[in-house]
Structure formats: C-alpha cells, structure tokens
C-alpha cells in the first residue's frame, strides 16, 4: 500500500499571500475547486482498487478531498458519495503563532527560517508562539502510522509545510531538497511504508518520480 500527502487547492488566503495555519481557515478560490476536481481524476489513474481518503479539519482540505472523491468517483463510473472522505483532527498545518493571518516580510523570513529547522530535525524549531517539530511529529506520525498495512491505498488531504516536514523525517529525505522542493497546490508526496517511520521510500515529489 501507498499512503499519498496531497496539498489543498488554492485559497483566498494563498492569494493574498496570508500565513493561514489554524484550523478552520480560508475557503478554496474558483480556481482551488478546478485543481481539487483535476488531482482527483489524476488519482483514479494512479490508485488501483478503493482508496481511503482522509483530510485535515480545516475547510481548504475538506473541500479538496470532497471535490477528490466526486471526480474520483466519477472516472471510476462509480455513484456519488461511494468513496467517503474523514476529516481527521491532527493533520492540519504547522500553527504559525503570532504569525497567524500575517503577510509581512518579517513572517515570511520566520517561516522561512523556522522550515528550515523542521526539516533538518531541529525539534525545538517554531515560529513564535506556534508548534515546534516535536509537537508536529507527535500528533502527525502516529495517524500516518496507523494507517500501515491497510488493504488499499490512503490519500491524506493536508497543507505544504506539514507535508514537507512529515514526509522529510518518514522517508530520510534531504533536508536540502525537501527546503527548495517547494509543493504547489494540490501536488503531493508518494510514500511507500515498508519498515519504521524514517525508513519509509519516498516514490513521487509533487511532480518529481523518484
């Protein structure tokens, strides 16, 4: 079995260029709804058999997964509503503190910084007053960890920095690629868990087949 990590669709919030981390954030744009509608075709050509969708408990991921799962259903020539998606309290992005809703440059070179030290394993790294690395692997790893040995498939429908970082420390990815390895809405991680959490193999990097 696969489990997939796929970003959300554009929000009013990405437009605005806002850190919007705490749950339940903005809605998908227009064009947020196109792209959850195109990775859910792009999944049905990829997954094999039934999958089983979860997402996180903000809106962005529960829309996307939704939009998913009809147009999954749809290239499958299956009913509306056959493939149920789970909102799931603990994969929601990285809380950004102080920084929440903010557009400055002095939040930018906070996140920048902090990212940085999520994914070369610092686990103390945070931005002011939001989740350290420690707090992010504590409640993400164990849902990804449960889900091992399912007889289908799993798509999580989660955010780019929680991403980032969860399939970084899953797989031993370098921290160097995985900080430049930017993920655009509605792309996504491939891993596949064969033996512990941080010896998983990573297979796909948003559009990147490894």
């Known amino acids: 079995m696969r489990i997939y990590l796929v970003r959300h669709g554009q929000t009013f919030s990405n437009v605005e260029h806002l850190m919007d981390t705490r749950p339940p954030g903005a809605e998908l744009t227009p064009r947020?709804?196109?792209?959850?509608?195109?990775?859910?075709?792009?999944?049905?050509?990829?997954?094999?058999?039934?999958?089983?969708?979860?997402?996180?408990?903000?809106?962005?991921?529960?829309?996307?997964?939704m939009a998913?799962?009809?147009?999954?259903?749809?290239?499958?020539g299956w009913d509306p509503y056959t493939l149920p998606v789970e909102p799931t309290p603990g994969l929601h992005e990285i809380l950004a503190g102080i920084h929440e809703m903010s557009g400055t440059?002095?939040?930018?070179?906070?996140?920048?910084?902090a990212l940085r030290g999520w994914l070369t394993g610092d686990m103390n790294a945070c931005m002011e007053g939001g989740e350290t690395l420690r707090d992010v692997l504590g409640r993400y790893q164990p849902?990804?960890?449960?889900?091992?040995?399912?007889d289908s498939d799993v798509v999580v429908f989660s955010h780019g920095a929680v991403i980032r970082t969860v399939t970084?420390?899953?797989c031993g990815v370098d921290p160097d690629f995985a900080f430049t390895g930017y993920m655009?809405?509605?792309?996504?991680?491939?891993?596949?868990?064969?033996g512990r959490f941080g010896e998983w193999t990573l297979e796909r990097w948003a559009d990147l087949e490894l």
């Open 68 to 76: 998913a799962a009809r147009a999954f259903e749809e290239a499958r």
């Open 168 to 170: 970084t420390h899953a």
């Open 32 to 65: 947020g709804r196109d792209q959850a509608a195109a990775v859910g075709l792009e999944l049905a050509d990829l997954i094999e058999g039934v999958p089983r969708f979860l997402s996180s408990i903000a809106i962005r991921t529960q829309q996307t997964a």
């Open 184 to 194: 655009p809405n509605c792309r996504f991680t491939v891993m596949e868990p064969t």
């Open 143 to 150: 849902i990804l960890e449960s889900v091992v040995g399912s």
């Open 105 to 113: 440059d002095a939040t930018r070179d906070a996140y920048t910084f």
